[in-house]
């Protein structure tokens, strides 16, 4: 997927690291979604709400951040920033239960995504110093 | 629409403080979604960028904060801090264009919004010094 | 509440008839979103796979199908008549378990939002008998 | 982005063909969010609302019909009909204005995920006959 996307904003990110922000926040959306129906199928302690919960939490902020950086929005850096703070938490929920592949996977894809949406955040303040 | 969501987190608002702030949400949401496509069929300045852009953008992160206060998440004030962000600059936006009805109405529905959505997130805050 | 929204298409609706059904849609995106909380929470028979999928399902649809209509799309049929279907699917799943009062609830509200999408999906279909 | 989602239908696709089909709605859902930002920045003709609003729809149901093949949900034929049609619809919009290599570039993606669409709400009428 390439993108041209227009930015109608002051603080110029590098395109290439919006992209890849773009990316991973798609990405945690459909592995987070993935991930909150496979809990929910096998049931037990993978099945707690306080799990699925953060699944579906990171999922939707995922995409609703994904979707400010499509659109070029000067408010990508607050919902970055909101998305860090919930993949970071999911993160530390999935990987919490020990012995299954898709919640370690979960958990990294949800540390990826949080890493890049803390560089987003963070170039907002950078750009305020200036 | 009577709620009577479960809520699986330390921090316990009260529970008609959260009701009416998913339905400042909801309501936000509407609202700004219909002056986005009010304002795109008056062309002009009412169809600047810069305008429908943040309209969309209140719209979803309206939309998203609801939800997680419904699915009674811990990461809602997150969620409502980031909204009333944007609610404060969509109301600004709104107001900024003057003689339209309309938009002075999207522009109170918003800056309610926000002021919900603040006392939500800070709320968290009040949690963590006790 | 109060919709005032344009209108962009040919078949036009009762603005009554399409504002109830906005407001159907919506509120059964909430009650989906809240019982499949309740759901996950309860554990057991009401956790599974089906039950909860469905009552995803349905909150995603009904939010869409509101969206469509709030902004006077043309396609709103569309999206009414996938809404009734998986409303239909969900209030049957839920109505399937017996003895939860939340899940009756759910599966009411559901019925309703289905008959009231039907109905508008249905309009269009007049429209083109003309 | 690789998927290995659980399937909890009986109308099981090939895995590919389902995995290309989320792949074609992900892509066409941020193609037409950029491509509605893009139209909304140039004005005139680009910003019709009857453009636009087709855009901000399929952006919308593309994402929906995209999460429900994600979650595996049986319905995932209803909303990928609801997507064909309306994606049928977008493409047909950003073809019929010419010289714009933006609008042209939509106009394919939308096809093509119409396409994709199509066989996978077809899939279902061949299962319904076995």
Chains 1, 2, 3, 4 share one sequence.
Do not use: W
């Not at 110029?12 to 919006?18: I, L, T």
């Not at 459909?30 to 999922?59: F, K, N, P, R, S």
């Not at 860090?84 to 239960?97: D, K, P, T």
Request: charged fraction near 25%; proline fraction near 1%; charge should be negative.
């Amino acid at each position: 997927m390439a993108h041209s996307h227009e930015h109608d904003h002051d603080h110029e990110h590098d395109h290439d690291e919006m992209d890849e922000c773009i990316e991973a926040c798609l990405q945690c959306h459909v592995v987070c979604t993935m991930t909150a129906q496979y809990c929910i199928a096998q049931g037990g302690e993978h099945a707690a709400l306080d799990l699925v919960g953060v699944l579906l939490d990171c999922a939707q902020i995922c995409q609703t951040s994904a979707d400010f950086m499509v659109r070029g929005s000067p408010y990508h850096t607050i919902t970055c920033g909101a998305c860090a703070a919930v993949c970071r938490g999911c993160a530390e929920a999935c990987a919490a239960i020990e012995g299954s592949e898709e919640l370690a996977h979960c958990a990294e894809v949800c540390g990826s995504c949080a890493e890049s949406c803390e560089r987003m955040a963070a170039s907002d303040d950078e750009d305020d110093d200036e």
